[in-house]
């Protein structure tokens, strides 16, 4: 679409009643944005106005080719025409109740959510709005597990270095980077950070003082790091032995980012819960609490969690859509055969040292610091990445990605590379 055409898609839009955009390039939004927003995130890279699939265009009409996919989150593209008419539908028939009140849309997804999680009888869900949330009230459920054996207390709840689960005081005493914590101390107490992929210091931590043990299947703010082969199942013998919770965080792996349902799937294990989000809601935010069996499932009674806006009418029916758009169009499949193709291709691009991840979650080293460089490179040249770390590139976009979307990045990818090591 030129940029003519796509200035008439603003122009029709009722919000373009509301924000003029036409003839507003970039600069003059980011001027507006740097007095007007908190600064935590910095200066935004680029101001998008309009997405289609896994294309985004900026105010200045620059086109990306989207392989971040919003964090993990857009897994159906931009303005997935199903998942964009379900969610209109819904709101004008029913936007919001309280949790006062259900939804047949809220009923709908928990029976979902339980269905693909493949969850055992008695299991349950606890609807948020974010990851974060749902890591809030798995933190919750785990102080709750607090009755160990002969009247001890379980005081402590162990997670990984390298572990991201969120931003809110809990979820941020569950995570492991000191710049995020420190300004923050003290944190909600009882966390202990162990090594990563240490099955030993595993053994040595978990005993019948613990609540909880906290793991993502693959650590991506980590830079897409996979747990070794057997540690899920070693952590699910340990756990159930110490009566300690195993939590699973798949706010970022979960809803398909790993060619499965979850990426913890082929464990064979049963986790005591399971959280999610990015992908969950397509687009829109959702994230979920999943308990697994019923002993779990009643460890928070009536009226010791809640939320407002959790679980509402249209941000259950986006999921519903999203969920029914995954599976009926074979995205898992996709997602698997793009993936391996890749992730086979970045392995032999020069100057790429390592390659990780399953399916479209894909982390890559560099031979050198520049993979901010990197990142703004790929901008210029039309793509959207990200850069976890100084040598790490992130790989996380729309599950509906086209192996000729993957071929036009990896075409561009060494020229991109060699322009950043220049800019060092
Ligand atoms: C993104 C993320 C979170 C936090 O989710 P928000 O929606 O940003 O609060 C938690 N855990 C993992 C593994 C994540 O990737």
């Known amino acids: 679409m030129s940029n003519l055409e796509q200035s008439a898609v603003v122009e029709q839009s009722p919000v373009a009643e509301l924000v003029e955009t036409r003839g507003h390039a970039g600069a003059e939004w980011l001027a507006r944005y740097s007095s007007s927003l908190m600064g935590v995130f910095g200066t935004p890279q680029r101001v998008l106005v309009r997405g289609a699939g896994c294309l985004v265009w900026d105010a200045d009409g620059k086109e990306y080719l989207d392989l971040l996919g919003g964090i993990a989150v857009n897994a159906l593209g931009h303005a997935h025409p199903f998942v964009t008419s379900v969610i209109a539908s819904q709101l004008a028939t029913l936007g919001h109740v309280s949790n006062f009140f259900t939804s047949p849309t809220q009923i709908a997804l928990a029976e979902r959510l339980l269905a693909l999680s493949k969850a055992p009888a008695g ?79 595993l053994r040595n931590a978990v005993d019948d003082t613990v609540a909880a043990v906290f793991l993502e299947p693959i650590q991506g703010e980590a830079g897409v790091r996979p747990l070794p082969a057997g540690y899920l199942q070693a952590a699910r013998e340990l756990t159930s032995q110490a009566g300690a919770l195993l939590i699973l965080d798949e706010v970022q792996t979960g809803i398909g980012r790993t060619g499965k349902w979850l ?155 060699q322009t950043a090591k220049e800019a060092q």
């Not at 749902?134 to 270095?161: H, M, Q, V, W």
């Not at 969120?166 to 914590?181: I, N, P, Q, S, V």
């Not at 049963?270 to 609490?289: E, M, N, R, S, W």
């Open 123 to 201: 299991s349950k869900v606890f609807f948020t709005n974010s990851g974060t949330e749902a890591n809030e009230a798995a933190f919750k459920l785990a102080r709750r597990n607090s009755a160990g054996p002969d009247g001890k207390p379980r005081t402590r709840i162990i997670a990984l270095e390298g572990a991201f689960h969120g931003r809110t005081m809990g979820a941020l005493a569950l995570t492991a980077k000191e710049a995020y914590r420190a300004p923050f101390e003290p944190m909600p107490g009882g966390v202990v950070h162990i090594p990563f992929g240490d099955i030993d210091a």
């Open 263 to 417: 990426a913890s799937e082929d464990a064979g294990i049963v986790p005591d819960a399971v959280t999610l989000a990015k992908g969950l809601g397509g687009g829109f935010p959702i994230g979920a609490l999943v308990t697994f069996g019923e002993k779990t499932s009643s460890l928070l009674t009536a009226g010791q969690h809640g939320t407002t806006f959790g679980g509402n009418p249209v941000a259950t029916a986006a999921a519903l859509a999203t969920l029914h758009a995954v599976e009926s169009q074979h995205v898992l499949d996709n997602v698997r055969a793009v993936g391996e193709h890749l992730r086979a291709a970045l392995a032999a691009v020069d100057g790429v040292t390592e390659v990780r991840g399953e399916g479209l979650l894909i982390g890559f080293d560099l031979d050198a610091e520049v993979a901010p460089a990197a990142v703004t490179a790929a901008l210029d040249a039309g793509f959207i990445i990200n850069s976890p770390g100084p040598r790490t590139i992130r790989l996380a976009p729309p599950l509906i990605l086209t192996e000729d979307q993957a071929d036009r990045f990896l075409a561009a990818l060494p020229a991109i590379l």
